[in-house]
C-alpha cells in the first residue's frame, strides 16, 4: 500500500465513514442550474441536457421573449412570407404529379378549404411565426 500527501493507492478495502473524498461528487444526470443575474439571463443547450421536445419550445418561446430574438424571428418569418391583397402566400404545385387531371383537382379544392378552414391567408404571418 501507498501513500502521498496522505492518500493510498490500494485495492478493494473499504474505507470507514470518516473519509471525506477531495473530489466533489458529479452530477451524471448532466442537469445542471445557472444562476444568471440580471434581466437577460438565458444559455442555449449544446450538450443536449433538455430531455423532451416540450422542454426546448418552452425554451426558445422563452428566449422569443427578449426584443433581440424577437427581432430576428421577425426577419425570418417577414422573408419567408411575403403577403399580397390579391394573392395567396401559398399554392399547391401538381405539375410533376403523375395523376388525372380530375384528381388534380380535387386536391387543389381540398388545399383551397383548408386554407379557408384555417383562414390562412390572413394568419399566415401568425401560424408560421408560433411553428
Known amino acids: 500500500m501507498a501513500r502521498l500527501f496522505g492518500f493510498s493507492i490500494d485495492g478493494d478495502q473499504?474505507?470507514?465513514?470518516?473519509v471525506v473524498s477531495p473530489v466533489p461528487q458529479n452530477?451524471?444526470?448532466g442537469v445542471d442550474?445557472?444562476?444568471?443575474?440580471?434581466?437577460?439571463g438565458h444559455f442555449l443547450d449544446i450538450e443536449g441536457v433538455y430531455k423532451t421536445e416540450h422542454d426546448l419550445i418552452k425554451r426558445y418561446r422563452e428566449m422569443a421573449l427578449?426584443?433581440?430574438c424577437d427581432g430576428a424571428i421577425e426577419d425570418v418569418v417577414n422573408e419567408a412570407i411575403v403577403s399580397d391583397l390579391y394573392d395567396s402566400p401559398?399554392?399547391?404545385?401538381?405539375s410533376n404529379l403523375n395523376a388525372s387531371d380530375r384528381l388534380k383537382q380535387v386536391i387543389r379544392d381540398e388545399?383551397?378549404?383548408?386554407?379557408?378552414?384555417?383562414?390562412?391567408?390572413?394568419?399566415c404571418h401568425e401560424i408560421f411565426r408560433n411553428w
Open 14 to 18: 473499504s474505507k470507514p465513514p470518516s
Open 27 to 29: 452530477n451524471e444526470d
Open 33 to 40: 442550474n445557472y444562476i444568471s443575474s440580471g434581466f437577460y
Open 66 to 68: 427578449h426584443p433581440e
Open 90 to 94: 401559398v399554392e399547391i404545385e401538381l
Open 111 to 123: 388545399f383551397r378549404y383548408l386554407k379557408e378552414i384555417m383562414d390562412f391567408d390572413r394568419k
